[in-house]
């Protein structure tokens, strides 16, 4: 107790200070692996809860679903006529599609849309049809949602059967509160996205049609994708992530995890990971933090979920010798659609921010996001130490400058005397130039995204590899001229700047997503202790070597000799991602991460 009153006075605070100071690096070292075990503990059960439904009125599977019999040869017969409308082109098809959305007494329209970007092009139909609720006032909709093509390309001949024989189905029910909006996408890249930009009046008229039927406020929806010819299947996968990591309400994932589990015996999966071993949680978790750190869309449900309208993806994959037959999968739709067709309101009462880790078991954002914030107070306690490092150097120069003129007596200053020292000593106008070198850096960041994005656009390969080739000399020529014309200080104070502003974003997009922070954060952590090498001679090989391979341009490179994809594809994915898809992590990449690997590259070339 004593110790710790002691550490309240003045000098227990000094030497406690200085005592931080002088093992920043070992403090922020110490930080960053207690975040990344923070991290690894995540998938124990100490540091998890199990799901719950937050949401009374959902009342998952406590309602008697009815499809099934009949609906089973409806099924087979709709298989049948997507197979014959495969060989149609896109505008027969979409008669066929809106003939049986209006032989079923509901009302039909189509939205064409054409967007491309260098040599992406996307140009398709979406058909929709509306079923209005008998017992509503258009004011509030449910959407189903199943796209014509699956992610493999090929069609989703399970996923767009299912979704016709249900508008079929349903519309012989008069249970519904609201409408429900049937929609086929032309495509799962790109085909949701036009429709629900038209939707909210939010696209580019000149490449997306606007809608001609539209209904109430949509609260949430069920998108369907099947994988293969087969109309068996033994289980079924969640996804739940949206654009830019944003991901649907808890409620829904857990009501339709239940559903399927306890009211039909289908066993559902997230993440595509079958065991419940401590490995298995930490892939499935690593899986969930990648799909969300990009930000592209994961499904063709992803483009609903930043317009506050929690949607879910049921995958499935056929197989011929499977448990449970289509059917089954329209029972699970019945089933949760009834669910939300009992809420007065959008989803709110449970989780927004949360990584599943089984289908009963979730980690919430309070618990995880402290890794997150570990790792970027990393950068954070680096910058103050190296802001008050230089604080006190010139408090020091100026102390004894004076002292020589003789203002300084023998009895030592008075407490006046040493408040205009201190305030002399340190003035604003230092720091302007290294602030200024911080705010350009962020500047060329961006507008290298700027370049980048008109390399797409001019579709040539020479364009991307000259770019490439430009953004490297500004790498690395760049931080060269710059340090030739600072001195130590300025170097330190931008090294300081750097460090708080880098700490501060990755701070920020954590409550926003925290997979891109987290990513972001681990692979900027050598930017914390890369220093100047002054006279450190032989320290330069290790620093260069740390920060080319921490680069923004190394990692893509590392990414696609891992994964064998072509690293064009990944630049147009990211620019298309940006342009069409409203993905906002580009500007994280450019505006945040970029802007500090270049100014550690001037520190380290000061």
């Known amino acids: 107790m004593g110790l710790l009153n002691y550490f309240f006075t003045f000098e227990g605070r000094r030497k406690l200070f200085t005592f931080l100071v002088r093992r920043v690096t070992w403090l922020s070292t110490a930080l960053f692996f207690i975040g990344i075990c923070w991290l690894l503990a995540l998938p124990k059960d100490e540091f998890n809860i199990p799901t719950r439904i937050s949401e009374n009125a959902l009342l998952p599977g406590q309602v008697q679903t009815h499809f099934g019999g009949s609906d089973y040869k409806v099924l087979n017969a709709f298989r049948n006529e997507i197979r014959l409308w495969q060989q149609l082109d896109d505008l027969q098809r979409v008669e066929g599609v809106q003939s049986i959305f209006r032989n079923a007494g509901m009302k039909s329209a189509r939205q064409h849309y054409n967007v491309s970007l260098g040599s992406r092009q996307y140009a398709g139909i979406n058909v929709y049809g509306l079923l209005e609720a008998p017992r509503g006032d258009a004011t509030e909709a449910l959407v189903i949602n199943a796209a014509w093509k699956n992610a493999k390309g090929v069609v989703n001949e399970g996923g767009v059967a299912q979704l016709l024989a249900l508008a079929r189905y349903f519309r012989r029910w008069s249970v519904w509160s609201k409408d429900i909006l049937f929609v086929i996408p032309g495509d799962r890249e790109f085909g949701s996205q036009a429709w629900i930009d038209a939707y909210h009046e939010n696209q580019d008229t000149n490449n997306i049609e606007p809608l001609t039927l539209v209904s109430g406020v949509i609260q949430a929806g069920i998108d369907i994708d099947w994988y293969g010819e087969a109309n068996r299947y033994n289980h079924i996968n969640v996804k739940y992530e949206g654009s830019n990591g944003q991901l649907a309400n808890l409620d829904l994932v857990n009501s339709a995890i239940h559903i399927a589990k306890h009211q039909l015996g289908i066993m559902p999966y997230v993440q595509n990971v079958f065991h419940e ?142 408040k205009v020292i201190e305030v002399r000593s340190f003035s604003f106008s230092r720091t302007l130039r290294p602030a200024a070198i911080v705010t350009i850096a962020h500047l060329i960041g961006l507008t290298l995204f700027y370049v980048l994005r008109l390399a797409v656009r001019v579709n040539s390969l020479n364009v991307l590899t000259t770019f490439l080739l430009f953004e490297y000399c500004i790498s690395f020529v760049g931080p060269s001229l710059l340090a030739a014309r600072l001195n130590r200080d300025d170097i330190a104070l931008l090294n300081s700047f750097s460090q708080l502003v880098l700490g501060m974003f990755l701070s920020a997009i954590a409550t926003i997503n925290f997979s891109l922070a987290l990513s972001i954060g681990v692979m900027s952590f050598p930017y914390s202790f890369i220093g100047p090498v002054h006279n450190k001679v032989q320290q330069i090989p290790i620093r260069v070597a740390l920060l080319v391979l921490t680069s923004p341009m190394s990692i893509l490179y590392l990414f696609c000799t891992f994964t064998g994809i072509d690293w064009r594809d990944v630049v147009v994915d990211v620019v298309f991602g940006y342009e069409w898809l409203h993905v906002w992590t580009p500007l994280a990449i450019f505006g945040v991460w970029w802007p500090a690997y270049f100014l550690t590259s001037v520190v380290v070339s000061g």
Do not use: W
Not at 390 to 406: F, H, L, S, W, Y
């Open 277 to 418: 071993t401590y490995p298995a949680r930490l892939l499935t978790m690593f899986r969930a933090l990648a799909s969300q750190a990009h930000g592209l869309p994961t499904g063709s449900h992803s483009p609903y979920i930043p317009y506050k309208i929690d949607t879910i993806s049921i995958e499935i994959v056929g197989n011929e010798h499977g448990y449970h037959d289509d059917s089954s999968l329209g029972r699970i739709i019945e089933s949760i659609m009834r669910s939300l067709n009992n809420i007065l309101e959008h989803l709110h009462a449970s989780f927004f921010f949360y990584i599943l880790i089984t289908t009963h078991r979730f980690i919430s954002i309070g618990t995880y996001l402290p890794s997150a914030m570990l790792i970027s107070i990393c950068f954070t306690i680096t910058g103050l130490s190296l802001y008050l490092k230089i604080t006190n150097k010139a408090i020091a120069k100026t102390k004894e400058a004076v002292a020589e003129q003789g203002v300084i007596k023998d009895t030592g200053p008075t407490a006046d005397e040493k």
